[in-house]
């Protein structure tokens, strides 16, 4: 087991750094801005789940933000420099920001189970303030997370087996 700290030291963390630092910038904005952010999988999943952020790897940051708050994460998005590549509110939007020579993308959702799944009387995420690697963060917290994992994983035909082993040891 390599430890948080050799893991970014050694380069298998610093994306996953620059993206905490990314979550914790977004996060604190929307707030400032009166949008309730909240942040689902990723980081602070890895924190919880093996005690190590970033032994998962994450190709985003998903954010739960409340359908009515959507156009003010939007205009909060654009002022920090990110830009819409897809989607609209209040479904499923993606997001992209350049960072030195990366790209990186940003989900936000108003639901905790996909578009498709829209019909379902589905509770809004309860959230808590976890710090993840030294970042201050408002994660995905309470009974749900592991239906919500159950219901994202039933979204794909071909899921990572990442997601299987997360949600399987979660629930465990």
């Known amino acids: ?19 905490l630092e990314l979550a914790r910038e977004v996060t604190v904005a929307l707030d400032a801005d009166g949008a309730d952010a909240v942040v689902l999988k990723g980081l602070p999943l ?9 032994v998962r790897c994450m190709s985003d940051i998903d954010l739960y933000v409340p359908a009515a708050q959507r156009g003010r994460a939007a205009a909060t998005l654009s002022r920090l420099g990110w830009r819409r590549l897809d989607g ?17 993308h940003l989900e936000l959702h108003s639901l905790l189970v996909s578009d498709h ?5 589905v509770p809004a995420p309860l959230s808590a303030r976890e710090v993840v690697a030294g970042i201050e ?7 749900f997370v592991a239906p919500y994992l159950a219901a994202h994983l039933a979204t794909h035909q071909l899921p990572p087996l990442l997601w299987l082993v997360d949600f399987a040891t979660l629930w465990a």
């Open 137 to 143: 963060l408002p994660v995905h917290t309470g009974d």
């Open 1 to 19: 087991h390599i430890d948080a700290y050799t893991m970014f030291m050694t380069g298998g963390g610093i994306r996953g750094g620059h993206q």
């Open 88 to 104: 609209a509110a209040p479904w499923h939007e993606t997001w992209s920001s350049i960072a030195g020579e990366s790209e990186y």
């Open 46 to 54: 890895g924190h919880r789940v093996y005690g190590d952020p970033f």
């Open 117 to 121: 799944l829209a019909h379902l009387r």
